[in-house]
């Protein structure tokens, strides 16, 4: 069966990937890991939240003490799930321009 060139990937026309797919590769790796840690985050946090919920309930449903937990477990499940979703990684073009802000000062 013959490739066409046009559509073939490195690994096809018998080259190894390059280092800026390695680079790639690793950087995709460790964003979907941190996505994949947040989803399991996520379902943490809703199952024992879920849980003091039906203790409260189970109790006389009296002052609403669950809002704690919720709210200072809910602050770090919003921080990972920007980092897992909504923040850039750092790009060269940002390195660069830090490293020649720190350099002109």
Known sequence: MAIAHDDATP????RGPSAEDE???GR???RLKKQQDF???LL??????????GI????????FWPVFPLAGWGIGVVMNAWDAYGR???????IRREMDRIRHR
């Open 44 to 53: 943490v946090y809703i199952l024992v939240n879920a849980f003091l919920v």
């Open 88 to 94: 850039e990684d750092l790009g060269e073009d940002r």
């Open 56 to 63: 409260w309930a189970a109790t006389g449903s009296g002052f």
């Open 11 to 14: 690994h096809e026309l018998g």
């Open 23 to 25: 680079a790639l590769r």
């Open 39 to 41: 989803r399991g985050h």
């Open 28 to 30: 995709a790796i460790r």
